[in-house]
T-cell receptor, first 112, second 114 residues
Framework: AQTVTQSQPEMSVQEAETVTLSCTYD???????LFWYKQPPSRQMILVIR??????QNATENRFSVNFQKAAKSFSLKISDSQLGDTAMYFC?????????FGKGTRLHILP | DGGITQSPKYLFRKEGQNVTLSCEQN?????MYWYRQDPGQGLRLIYY???????QKGDIAEGYSVSREKKESFPLTVTSAQKNPTAFYLC?????????????FGDGTRLSIL
């Protein structure tokens, strides 16, 4: 069965610092996708970034980038120049095969 | 603007009562999903539908029911058989029936017991 593990339940960093959120996954799919979602205090789920497994190049979206290690089944999210608005729950997710499996999340606090 | 609309935002249920949560999307997406989120927890899949008039159970379907009579609508009924319904419920949709497309989410419904 597909699984997603986020080993950091909670993290805190100072504003403007760089932070990395960890995610490991297991999947039987040969071609699959990985996602990071953000859930701020408003509870709205927002897609942060998507990675296609067959692409070796790591995805980037402005201050957000991933470190995708396919052999290790690792998909970490790096947030550069962190801002107060980045405070949220972050969920890692993968495909299984007709639905998305979410990790339990990492609660990230950006401190002023 | 295209999006997903969930209503109501807050809902209260009495003991023994069935309640229905609404989810409507105008994104022309094929697939729709219902998740339950408990405080400090991740998302657990209740039901999903890849096509009109068809749906599948997720990981925690007991005590819930759904219908998919129209492409844009996927209502969730929380029945009296669900003994612990207090939670935050999120509806999502995605283009295509496979899970390789990102899901778009509604703003959620918070259900509480009176």
């Amino acid at each position: 069965a597909q699984t997603v593990t986020q080993s950091q339940p909670e993290m805190s960093v100072q504003e403007a610092e760089t932070v990395t959120l960890s995610c490991t996954y297991d999947t039987s799919e040969s071609n699959y996708y990985l996602f990071w979602y953000k859930q701020p205090p408003s509870r709205q789920m927002i897609l942060v970034i998507r990675q296609e497994a067959y692409k070796q190049q790591n995805a980037t979206e402005n201050r957000f980038s991933v470190n995708f290690q396919k052999a290790a089944k690792s998909f970490s999210l790096k947030i550069s120049d962190s801002q107060l608005g980045d405070t949220a729950m972050y969920f890692c997710a993968t495909v299984s095969p007709d639905k998305i499996i979410f990790g339990k999340g990492t609660r990230l606090h950006i401190l002023p | 603007d295209g999006g997903i609309t969930q209503s109501p935002k807050y809902l209260f249920r009495k003991e023994g009562q069935n309640v229905t949560l609404s989810c409507e999307q105008n994104l022309n997406h094929d697939a729709m999903y219902w998740y339950r989120q408990d405080p400090g927890q991740g998302l657990r899949l209740i039901y999903y539908s890849q096509i009109v008039n068809d749906f599948q159970k997720g990981d925690i379907a007991e005590g819930y029911s759904v219908s998919r009579e129209k492409k844009e609508s996927f209502p969730l009924t929380v029945t009296s058989a669900q003994k612990n319904p207090t939670a935050f419920y999120l509806c999502a949709s995605s283009q295509g029936a496979r899970g390789n497309q990102p899901q778009h989410f509604g703003d959620g419904t918070r259900l509480s017991i009176l």
